[in-house]
Structures are given as structure tokens and as C-alpha cells.
């Protein structure tokens, strides 16, 4: 069915000098703009862990441009002098609005955290096999084999540095891992795994990572802080220590999330049995050494025949290496642009005010 | 100053063959702007030994032959999944030959240059972008380099408010198209193509009639012969030795069952896709909606995929004329579109 080509000449010659300069950006390798992705720029200076208390600020800011707004909104509440706490209506407020949002996307993704060294950590090795299939399949030989490839497919980018715990088969302890993953500097930590289960007839996908609950209390003494209750310096670094503990498992949650999301995805589509157990919190010694968003993905299941026929097609191998990639892309896109956006008006909004 | 530009480095028609191709994980195809058209099964055999060198009479061999002798040679699909498949030298390689092998069947003139638009399957241009490029390089003056639905797209006219599912061998591209070059957000890819339909169809056989002798070559006969969804009014019948006899077997349900079972991830990479855009667009969008690739043939899918996305709104699909060669034209009237500035810098 031929179209009545219904674009216009300027839309063709648009799309053309389009192609000429996705060849020119190939030619040179660089890599094409996206849309709403973090921006690459290396900055030791503002790294992850150095930017949490920048981060921290950013916050108070915008629980600050919540709060003006909201009073602007009602200033009649305000009037009738409701017995609620300032700082709690604000908690309340940022629990219900913004940490909500934040929920849902990425924290990285509204203070415009920059990813650049992503450390890939293929599980066991060496004389450690991991978990083995019926047919002799060793979890150390498929975890070393996806992290290749999507070392690979993230190298490919040119925008990241891609590490690995270990090149070959051999063992790394996880404290080695998790050194390494800091003398690295890395931005983001990704453990892949192979689970084992007892019913060999089941098949799942899950992600994990490493956080305790979710602590309010960072964020409400952040709320305080911002409309006038002062901390003490020691509270004040308690709070930006625990908004950083915070930060981590909020980023670690949503990176696992989204993992999780594209990984089943994927698999689903080459098996409609395959058992979503979701992103969850776990006590993995090798995500709670690392200090930025960790996530240990269990991409497949050994002790299931199917799937372990599965993991020997390398076709698979690289189908589950693309749900890895797509999850951290999609993770590094965040959908939270907008948001900030938003955050960054209300305190716009406050200058102007002011002035 | 660009017109003046142009004047000053357009090459007389006859200089320059434009060209277009797809990259096919399974079938590769060219189009030339001579008006010579092509396509090859994408395999490349080079012979074993001396002895089968001797026998075949040729240093390498291409598509079909080198299925049909692939005993004798060491027979390499270099694209698998959409992308080189292990980036070996031995894939790459074999790319090459391809190339050379196709662009050889539109017989250019001796002297003239050769501008190549190339489709590629996504996955590829995404991943292997560099290297399909310095892989073309080598048999072109000037090359360009695109996604293969995106090629579809511009070959059918479809730049605007129209979205492109190219259901390949190795992947299932899609390609929204709004009036720009799409990006990555504008793109998908499944990699639910025919070769996972293969595997699957074959699994399904081989458990049901596990006496029978089904092969991976067989099997993809069968799916491109009698592939089918929905509903169907006869029985898919096939005759396959057991035990050195021929026996006949009726493969309608695994048939029916496996190629059906693309439809749902078609689906809902489809509603993914779009709703990611404004309400306006989208009801545009699912009102042009272009199936290519070789399973937009099979048959059943369009109606069996308007059924499925019926509960999302009004879905008009359609399948594009020439599937075989739609990804190769699109291609070619990109390369003759394409400002000849802009070759100037590709070569």
C-alpha cells in the first residue's frame, strides 16, 4: 500500500539532512543526542556520593517551591490557622506529591546526576561455579558471558566507561568486588546472578537491591529545615547522611525496577510461564559495600531444564544482555525531567517572589 | 550558496548508481538506480577443504547455494538477532562478501561510482553501527547507513504519523515516524522474529511428533509455505520421514499456535510505543499502521493484529506491496533523494 507521500519537501529534506547526520555522528563515533537521558560529563569533583549533599539542598528546595506554592494556592487554609505543623503539612505534601513522583522515577534524573562509569559484576567465577544446570551448565560461565555483552552493547554508546569485576573465570571475592567498584568510581553497579530454585519446573526473574525502609524522617527533616527549623550541625549531617541513604535506595529501587521490568518483558516473550517476583530489597553483602545504585539481577533460572537449554543458545544470552541494557537505559532516562522542571520553577517562582 | 555548492560537484546521472539495500538477517535484497533489482538469502559458504573447493568450482558461495551445499562448507549467517552475530572477523567477513556479492548483481558500470544507502535491522545500526559501516565501506564511494524500517518508511512515503513494524527474521523493528528522522525513542525491537518462530515451531514438533525427523531449514519452509493465524479452513498437512519412510503430518496447531504467538509482543511493543505520544498523534498513528518484512506475509496477521489491538482504539494496518524488496526501494530513493553535498561527505 503506497502512501500519497503526504509530507512535505521541507519534511523529506528534514528527515535527509537527519540521515547525513546520523552518518556524520557514526563516521566520527559520536553519539546521537537523546532525549531526557542524564547528561555523560565526567566531574569528579560532583560525583555520586559527593553530590549528596548538593542533592540534599536541592531538595530543601524543592520542598521549599512546594510549600510556597501551596501557601500561594490557599492562603485561606494558612489563615485559619491550622494546628498542623508547617514542616509536617510540608512532609505531608511531599510524601503525598513529590515523593510520590519519585517513586516512580529517577532522583538521578531530577538533580541531572551524571552515569558514567557503570561496573557490570559477573557473579562468581573460578573455582566458585555458582549454581549448575542438570546438562552440566555452570551460572559462572553465563553470567561472564552476558556481562560481556552487554558490556558490548553499552560500549557501543561511547558515552559510558564499562567495567568489570572480572574479565575471565576466575574468583573475586565480593569484598574485591565491591573495592573495585569503588576505586573505579563507580556511577552504577550491576551484580548478575543465576538463581537456583527447588521446584525445577519454575521459572522466574527478579532484581534486588540492597536498602533497609524507606527513612521519612529524612525527608521531614529536610521539609523543617527548609521552612525555617533549624538543625544542629549534627542533625543537619545526620540528615544529608541518611537523605544519601536515601538516595541510594531510592536510585537502587528504581534502577531494580526498571531491570526487572525490561528483563521479564523479555523474557516473557520467549517464555509466557516465566514468574515476575519483581524488584525487592535484599541483604546482598555486595550491594551494601557499594555506595551508588546497586542491583543484583537474577536473569534466569539453572535448575529449570527449558531454561537451562535456553542459556546455551547465545542468541538468549543477548536477548537477556538487551533487557539489561534497556533497563538501564530506560533507568537513566528517567521520567522525571518534567518534574524537575517543575521543581526548578517553584524555585524560580521563589527568587521571584522575593525579589 | 548550496545550490551553487550542488552545481559544482553533481556528478552526471550515469557516474554515479545509486543504490539501496537491505541487510536481512535472513534475505538481503538491492535495488539500483539502473533500474537492476536483487535479493539473496543471506548465507555465505566458504568451501571446507580442498576437495570440496574442488567440487564446488567456486571460492565461496552465496544464499541458496551455499544452504543447499552446506555440507561442504563452512556456512555463516552473518547477521543474527539484528545484529553481526559475534562480531568475528569470520561475520564480518562474510557481510563483506555479501555486499560485494549483491552490488555485483546490479552489474555497475565499470567506472561508476556507487552511492549506497543500507538498511540495516535496527538492533544492528544500534550496536554494530561502526562496523557495518566500515564493512560496506569498502564497495562504495559514498554510503549512508539506516534502520531497515525506517528505509520501509521512507520507501512507502510514510513520514508522518505513521509507524513502520518490520517483522524481520532475527528482530521485529518498529519505526514511528513523525516528520523526523526518528531516534531511539521513536524505535523498538523484539526479537520475536521468524528465526525465534523457527526454533519454537521446531520445539513444537519435534515434541509432538517425536519420531519424525524435522530439521531447522525444514521447519522454516513450512512456516513460510503455510504460516498462518487465526483462524484457518484446511489442515496444514506435511510429509516427513520416520524411520526412512515418508509419513504425513498434520502440523495445523503447532503451526497455528507458534506463529500466533508473535502476536501479543507485536502488540504490546505497539501500545508501548505510541502511547508514549500525544492523544492526536496516536489515533493518527494506529490509523497507518505498515507491516514489512517476511511476516507480514503470513497469513492471518493483519486481521488477527487489528483484533488484538481492537480494545485500544481503531487500528487500520496494512502489509506494504513488496515486502521482499520494500526495505531495498525505500533505501534507493533515500540514496537518490539525498543531496549530493551530503554524499560528498560520506565517502
Given at each position: 500500500m503506497k502512501l500519497e507521500r503526504p509530507a512535505t519537501r521541507e519534511d523529506r529534506n528534514e528527515i535527509l539532512r537527519g540521515v547525513y547526520e546520523e552518518n556524520l555522528r557514526i563516521v566520527r563515533n559520536e553519539q546521537r543526542p537523546r532525549t531526557r537521558i542524564v547528561r555523560f560529563v565526567r566531574a569528579p569533583a560532583t560525583r555520586w556520593t559527593g553530590r549528596v549533599a548538593l542533592a540534599a539542598l536541592a531538595l530543601l528546595v524543592i520542598f521549599g517551591g512546594v510549600q510556597l506554592v501551596r501557601e500561594i494556592q490557599a492562603p485561606e487554609a494558612r489563615a485559619a490557622g491550622t494546628e498542623e505543623d508547617a514542616a509536617a503539612r510540608i512532609a505531608r505534601e511531599f510524601d503525598a506529591g513529590a515523593a510520590a513522583q519519585a517513586a516512580s522515577a529517577s532522583i538521578a534524573g531530577v538533580f541531572d546526576l551524571e552515569v558514567r562509569t557503570i561496573v557490570l559484576d559477573p557473579g562468581h567465577g573460578g573455582y566458585d561455579p555458582g549454581t549448575t544446570g542438570?546438562?552440566?551448565?555452570r551460572e559462572k560461565d553465563i553470567t561472564l558471558d552476558v556481562a560481556r555483552r552487554l558490556r558490548r552493547r553499552l560500549d557501543a554508546y561511547g558515552a559510558f566507561d564499562v567495567l568489570m569485576t572480572?574479565?575471565?573465570?576466575r574468583k573475586v571475592h565480593l569484598r574485591e568486588r565491591v573495592a573495585f567498584a569503588r576505586e573505579q568510581r563507580a556511577d552504577l553497579f550491576v551484580s548478575i546472578h543465576v538463581n537456583a530454585l527447588p521446584d525445577t519446573a519454575v521459572t522466574s526473574v527478579e532484581t534486588y537491591y540492597f536498602g533497609l525502609?524507606?527513612?521519612e524522617r529524612t525527608l521531614r527533616s529536610a521539609a523543617r529545615e527548609n521552612v525555617g527549623s533549624e538543625l544542629s550541625n549534627a542533625e543537619f549531617r545526620d540528615a544529608l547522611d541518611r537523605a544519601g541513604e536515601t538516595m541510594k535506595f531510592q536510585e537502587s529501587k528504581q534502577l531494580a525496577t526498571s531491570i526487572q521490568s525490561t528483563l521479564f518483558r523479555s523474557i516473557r516473550q520467549v517464555?509466557?510461564?516465566?514468574?515476575?517476583?519483581?524488584a525487592k530489597s535484599g541483604p546482598f553483602v555486595v550491594l551494601l559495600g557499594v555506595e551508588v545504585p546497586s542491583v543484583l539481577a537474577e536473569?534466569?533460572?539453572?535448575?529449570n531444564p527449558t531454561e537451562e537449554s535456553r542459556l546455551n543458545d547465545p542468541a538468549h544470552r543477548e536477548r537477556l544482555a538487551g533487557a539489561l541494557e534497556a533497563g538501564i537505559l530506560a533507568y537513566l532516562r528517567g521520567p522525571l525531567s518534567e518534574s524537575m522542571e517543575s521543581a526548578t520553577h517553584y524555585g524560580s517562582q521563589e527568587e521571584k517572589d522575593d525579589d | 550558496m548550496a545550490a551553487k555548492k550542488r552545481k559544482t560537484t553533481t556528478k552526471k546521472a550515469d557516474d554515479v548508481l545509486h543504490i539501496g539495500i537491505?541487510?536481512?538477517?535472513?534475505r538481503s535484497a538491492i535495488a539500483a538506480s539502473n533500474g537492476k533489482r536483487n535479493w539473496v538469502e543471506s548465507y555465505v559458504g566458504w568451501p571446507k577443504d580442498f576437495v570440496a573447493r574442488k567440487m564446488l568450482g567456486k571460492e565461496i558461495l552465496f544464499g541458496e547455494e551455499a544452504l543447499k551445499n552446506r555440507l561442504s562448507v563452512q556456512l555463516v549467517?552473518?547477521?543474527e538477532n539484528g545484529v553481526i552475530?559475534?562480531?568475528t572477523d569470520r561475520d564480518v567477513e562474510a557481510v563483506k562478501e555479501l555486499l560485494h556479492h549483491l552490488i555485483g548483481l546490479v552489474e555497475p558500470g565499470e567506472n561508476q561510482k556507487i552511492h549506497a544507502a543500507v538498511g540495516v535491522p535496527a538492533e544492528a545500526l544500534r550496536v554494530n553501527k561502526l562496523a557495518i559501516r566500515d564493512t560496506v565501506r569498502e564497495y562504495a564511494d559514498a554510503l549512508m547507513i539506516v534502520s531497515e524500517p525506517f528505509a520501509v518508511a521512507y520507501g512507502q512515503g510514510a513520514l508522518n504519523n505513521a509507524l513502520v513494524i518490520d517483522i524481520g527474521a532475527g528482530t521485529v523493528d518498529f519505526c514511528i515516524m513523525h516528520?523526523?528522522?526518528?531516534g531511539e525513542e521513536d524505535q523498538r525491537t523484539l526479537t520475536t522474529g521468524g528465526d525465534y518462530v523457527d526454533r519454537q515451531l521446531l520445539g513444537r514438533l519435534t515434541e509432538r511428533f517425536p519420531a519424525a525427523s524435522f530439521n531447522q531449514t525444514q521447519v522454516r519452509h513450512f512456516k513460510e509455505q503455510y504460516g498462518f493465524v487465526g483462524k484457518t479452513n484446511g489442515r496444514v498437512k506435511v510429509s516427513v520421514p520416520v524411520e526412512g519412510k515418508p509419513v504425513e503430518h498434520d502440523i495445523t496447531d503447532a503451526v497455528q499456535q507458534t506463529c500466533g504467538s508473535i502476536i501479543a509482543p507485536i502488540v504490546e511493543a505497539t501500545i508501548d510505543l505510541i502511547a508514549r505520544y500525544d492523544p492526536e498523534f496516536q489515533d493518527q498513528v494506529k490509523r497507518n499502521i505498515f507491516l514489512a518484512g517476511g511476516?507480514?506475509?503470513?497469513?492471518g496477521i493483519i486481521t488477527e493484529l487489528e483484533d488484538a489491538l481492537k480494545e485500544y482504539g481503531s487500528f487500520k494496518v496494512a502489509a506494504v506491496d513488496d515486502p521482499l524488496f520494500a526495505g531495498a526501494d525505500g533505501a534507493l530513493a533515500l540514496a537518490q533523494d539525498m543531496p549530493q553535498e551530503y554524499w560528498d561527505e560520506m565517502g
Open positions: 542438570r546438562a552440566g551448565t572480572r574479565e575471565d573465570d525502609t524507606e527513612d517464555n509466557a510461564d516465566a514468574r515476575d517476583w519483581g536473569i534466569a533460572v539453572l535448575s | 537491505d541487510l536481512g538477517t535472513s549467517r552473518p547477521l552475530r559475534e562480531g516528520g523526523t528522522m526518528p511476516g507480514s506475509q503470513i497469513r
